[in-house]
């Protein structure tokens, strides 16, 4: 049973400090990995897709790692800004559309 | 293109009581799928429908069901209601024809809350 587990909990950063999140799976049989936004009571935005065959993606001040074999990926973001206070989510794609997710990390950026 | 959209927004119900959901996708989606949301189970996932047809189920008991209409729209519906299925309903689109390697966009959710 596939298993996403993701470091730390909780992060609060200043201002301006780059930052990494961290996310383990058990199963490396994955198609993608996604990662997501959260803010309190809301939906999912999806912010990165990494296919199983890539080895990360870019969008503006987000970077995103994917080590499919050592089951790893990370999540930098540059320059916080305390707009980027939110949950963040990992997951995986398997057979077909279900994704499994990680409990999140909370992130507040103080400004 | 309009977002992806959950009626109703915030549901209050009592025990034993049934309970309908509604998720439009985006525009040309064919694929909805359906995740219940709590503080201790994190996110889980129910079932898929693509083209009116179940794809995927979750671990979830036979009083969650769902159903896919020929323009897309879902519907997830659950019987009997329990304490424990007070949570945060996420439906989620996709194109859904290739298939794990395409976004899948969320909806805002429904809030089921039941006493």
């Known amino acids: 049973k596939q298993e996403v587990t993701q470091i730390p909990a909780a992060l609060s950063v200043p201002e301006g400090e780059n930052l990494v999140l961290n996310c383990s799976f058990t199963?490396?049989?994955?198609?993608?990995l996604q990662w997501f936004r959260q803010d309190p009571g809301k939906g999912l935005t999806s912010l990165l897709l990494?296919?199983?065959?890539?080895r990360e993606q870019t969008s503006g001040r987000l970077n995103a790692s994917l080590d499919k074999s050592s089951g790893r990926s990370t999540l930098y973001i540059a320059a916080s800004q305390p707009g980027d206070s939110a949950t963040y989510l990992c997951?995986?794609?398997?057979?077909?559309?279900?994704?499994?997710f990680g409990a999140g990390t909370i992130l507040r950026v103080k400004s | 293109k309009a977002g992806v959209t959950q009626t109703p927004r915030y549901l209050i119900k009592t025990r034993g009581q049934q309970v309908t959901l509604s998720c439009s996708p985006i525009?040309?989606?064919?694929?909805v799928s359906w995740y219940q949301q709590t503080p201790g189970q994190g996110l889980q996932f129910l079932f898929e429908?693509?083209?009116?047809?179940?794809?995927n189920k979750g671990n979830f008991p036979g009083r969650f069901s769902g159903r896919q209409f020929s323009n897309s729209r879902s519907e997830m519906n659950v019987s009997t209601l329990e304490l424990g299925d007070s949570a945060l309903y996420l439906c989620?689109?996709?194109?859904?024809?290739?298939?794990?390697?395409?976004?899948?966009?969320f909806g805002p959710g429904t809030r089921l809350t039941v006493l």
């Open positions: 989620a689109s996709s194109d859904g024809t290739a298939r794990g390697i395409d976004t899948q966009y």
């Open positions: 199963d490396s049989a994955i198609y993608n």
């Open positions: 990494i296919q199983s065959s890539q």
């Open positions: 997951a995986v794609t398997e057979y077909g559309n279900k994704l499994v």
């Open positions: 525009s040309g989606h064919r694929s």
């Open positions: 429908y693509f083209s009116e047809t179940q794809r």
